[in-house]
């Protein structure tokens, strides 16, 4: 089974890596930074859902190139 996250989650990572594709990484401590600049999040462990799932899309990315 895998992990369960939110439509809310799902939409906001897929627009951010949809509108900066070259900006965010497989690196999940350095997207934690770049949403700060990019998103402003009200919480610490929404902006780590989101930052995790982007770190898996981009994962997902690099392996369909």
Known sequence: MGKVRTILIKKVSKELTNKYPDV???????????????????????RNRISGYIVNL????????
């Open 24 to 46: 965010f990484t497989t690196d999940f401590e350095k997207n934690k930074e770049l949403l700060d600049k990019y998103l402003e999040v009200d919480s610490k462990h929404l």
């Open 58 to 65: 981009m994962k997902i990315r690099s392996r369909e190139q």
